[in-house]
């Protein structure tokens, strides 16, 4: 561990791989790349990792968890160098990722607390109940990456909690007004619909990142759908099966476009 007197230190190769949960092997690795080269080395040639080197290994983790390659992150680190505004804003998109994950793990366990409340009072929760909670755990550990939800949370972050509240205002009126068409069965080219659902993706778009990131994230979205739509419709004020048949609509509009 890094003490007091941190600034004067010295770290081994295994010193720092035991600190890290990393392989010698991969700081080698990293060593060959370039990515992050020791500053001195002993005289016998065991390398030697300084404070510098540290802060730059944790650089280096957090823009891989992140999601981003090996070069990536030489080009990232390259960009920025040492200076305190980088470092700031890596640990501030760590932050806003970790807040959302422990929201996450708040609404989990304020369920388990509810299913421990009933035993206590001597009686067996519901079957259903314990579905409800199965299928939160399923779709807190399966559905987004850690990555993916870091960058999902950066970019709420990004607009505000008045934008967000603002997007949610306008995504309700679209799916009324898509609702009315799906249920008069407005032909999927119709111009009105097309400018609706072209809204629609512009307003999403706003909640994922540009590029490859992005369509990750998307793709994730759709997949958590498909496959939990029942729980996700639950929390909705439209019934499942309304939402099932716009979504569906969605995808033949743009599919036709």
């Known amino acids: 561990m890094i003490g007091k007197d941190s600034a004067t230190r010295r770290w081994s190769i295994g010193e720092v791989a035991r600190a890290s949960r990393m392989t010698v092997r991969t700081l080698h690795h990293y060593d060959e790349i370039g990515l992050l080269r020791p500053s001195e080395r002993t005289a016998s040639g065991h390398r030697r990792y300084t404070g510098d080197d540290v802060r730059r290994l944790y650089r280096v983790r957090a823009l891989r968890t992140l999601g981003l390659s090996l070069e990536e992150i030489a080009g990232v680190l390259a960009d920025s160098g040492g200076d305190l505004a980088a470092m700031r804003e890596l640990l501030t998109t760590q932050l806003h990722g970790l807040e959302a994950h422990a929201a996450q793990v ?70 009324e007004r898509l609702l009315r068409h799906v249920q008069d069965g407005t032909p999927v080219n119709d111009p009105q619909v097309r400018d609706l659902v072209g809204r629609w993706d512009a307003l999403a778009n706003r909640f994922h990142a540009d590029g490859a990131a992005g369509e990750r994230t998307k793709a994730t979205a ?36």
Do not use: C, H
């Open 106 to 175: 708040q609404r989990l366990t304020q369920q388990l607390r509810g299913l421990l409340g009933q035993l206590d009072d001597a009686a067996m929760p519901d079957p259903d109940q314990f579905m409800t909670t199965l299928e939160m755990i399923s779709v807190f550990e399966t559905s987004f990456s850690t990555e993916e939800r870091e960058e999902l949370a950066r970019r709420r972050a990004d607009l505000g909690p008045a934008a967000v509240e603002a997007a949610k205002t306008e995504w309700a009126g679209l799916v």
């Open 222 to 257: 759709q997949r958590v759908w498909g496959a939990n739509s029942e729980e996700i419709g639950q929390s909705l004020p439209w019934p499942v099966e309304r939402m099932r048949e716009l979504v569906d609509y969605l995808a033949r509009v743009r599919q036709a476009g």
